[in-house]
């Protein structure tokens, strides 16, 4: 019988030793403090920032707002062009599709009474590129500058200020904005 006795001693588990929890209970609360004090901070950095918006350049006040709610750009595509470009023996052509990115409708409306204008001159413009020049994007980026500072001309507007010869950034000036934002190719093909 004690072979017996010792299979059944052996069958029966022990029960399990009750384990603290106190170290749940730290834990749990260490990781609680840390999600307190971390949406703490986000709140004071959150309310930090809002008082600096509403603040002007002194820190005294509120700022008054200088422009109304953003618009979006209005956009006026031009016919296909079809150009001879200036390379030696005449051969290249470019077939070129422009937008014009304009500040709003306003700005559409008298654009298009100077349309024959503007195309006329924009073909003269590029008729006096290369391939060569067209085809480096420094070219097509300073095709689009020197189509803008032609429309702005044609219109009565100041043209954007380049950069100088030191790279600097242009002073702003007391003229009205351009509201001619950008020249966008839509199809650009040199052949």
Do not use: C, W
Not at 18 to 43: E, R, Y
Not at 74 to 89: H, K, S, W
Not at 119 to 130: A, D, E, F, N
Not at 151 to 165: D, L, T, V
């Amino acid at each position: 019988m004690s072979a017996a006795a010792a299979t059944a001693t052996a069958a029966v588990p022990e029960a399990p030793k009750k384990k603290s929890k106190k170290l749940l209970f730290i834990v749990l609360g260490v990781v609680a403090l840390a999600i307190v004090g971390a949406a703490a901070a986000l709140f004071i950095l959150k309310k930090n920032t809002a008082d600096d918006d509403f603040e002007d350049d002194d820190g005294h006040g509120p700022v008054a707002q200088a422009k109304g709610p953003k618009t979006a750009p209005t956009f006026l595509p031009l016919e296909n062009m079809v150009i001879n470009l200036a390379d030696p023996g005449g051969n290249r052509f470019i077939q070129l599709g422009l937008t014009l990115q304009l500040q709003d409708a306003v700005t559409e409306t008298a654009v298009k009474s100077y349309l024959p204008s503007l195309r006329s001159q924009v073909l003269v413009l590029i008729s006096q590129r290369t391939a060569d020049e067209l085809l480096a994007a420094s070219g097509k980026e300073k095709l689009a500058n020197d189509i803008i500072a032609t429309i702005s001309r044609e219109m009565g507007y100041a043209p954007p200020a380049a950069k100088s010869a030191d790279g600097a950034a242009p002073r702003k000036s007391r003229s009205a904005p351009n509201p001619v934002q950008a020249v966008l190719f839509s199809s650009f093909i040199i052949q």
